[in-house]
């Protein structure tokens, strides 16, 4: 036996590391793709604005983001706000409904994440704390539950930019599903360590957006809402 005889790789062996080779080539270059495409989830124009909020039933804040809960609660009082100047009028400040809290959040955690002016006049009945979904599918399907049982007809959706295109779809496509004639405003959050405009520019930019892109393209492209 040659000692230097080099080792022969079997059949199998070299089917597999072909197929290897050939998938991590076809992943790359996803990669590259997704990379330049990705900014697309950032291509949608809201239809709120902080200077002009639609009357609605609910301010639907998807918690799981950085800022969510704080914002929602500043556009809850800019309601209540109009509502205080509007002497004579009948005019209802909306819920503000966090979704996806989880099971242990009380009270008291949530208001902390309140300003100071906000918590001297919101109470207990004016939010809705949602804490059984842990995803934006079960956040949406929890809300259509809601919003059948409290007769809601117009909701504000609140979450970050990079999640509102994906947030938005799956919305309405489950509101529409299960019968809900309820019409979404959309307001997004800006307070990302990164700008949606430059998101190219820092590393958690790009990890965030391009993955959010790839979540986006799968519900849009292959996502059945009847499947659930």
Request: positive net charge; proline residues 4%.
């Amino acid at each position: 036996m040659n000692l230097y005889q080099k080792p022969q790789l079997s059949r199998f062996s070299l089917v597999l590391l072909r197929s290897l080779l050939v998938l991590g080539g076809v992943f790359s270059i996803s990669m590259v793709l997704a990379y330049f495409s990705a900014g697309e989830i950032y291509q949608y124009q809201d239809s709120a604005a902080r200077g002009h909020l639609p009357p609605v039933d609910a301010i639907v804040c998807l918690a799981g983001g950085r800022g969510r809960i704080g914002l929602a609660a500043d556009v809850w009082f800019q309601y209540w706000e109009t509502a205080q100047s509007q002497v004579g009028t009948h005019h209802n400040v909306p819920t503000l409904y966090l979704a996806g809290m989880g099971p242990q959040v009380h009270w008291a955690q949530v208001t902390k994440q309140f300003k100071p002016q906000v918590q001297k006049v919101i109470l207990p009945k004016d939010v809705l704390i949602e804490n059984e979904s842990s995803n934006t599918v079960a956040n949406a399907v929890w809300l259509a539950e809601y919003a059948k049982t409290r007769n809601w007809k117009k909701v504000l959706l609140l979450t970050s930019a990079y999640h509102m295109k994906r947030a938005q779809l799956i919305f309405e496509q489950i509101l529409t599903s299960r019968g809900n004639q309820v019409h979404l405003e959309t307001l997004s959050v800006f307070q990302d360590p990164f700008s949606s405009s430059h998101w190219r520019r820092e590393s958690i930019g790009v990890r965030v957006t391009v993955l959010e892109y790839v979540k986006w393209l799968y519900y849009r492209f292959f996502w059945n809402v009847d499947d659930l």
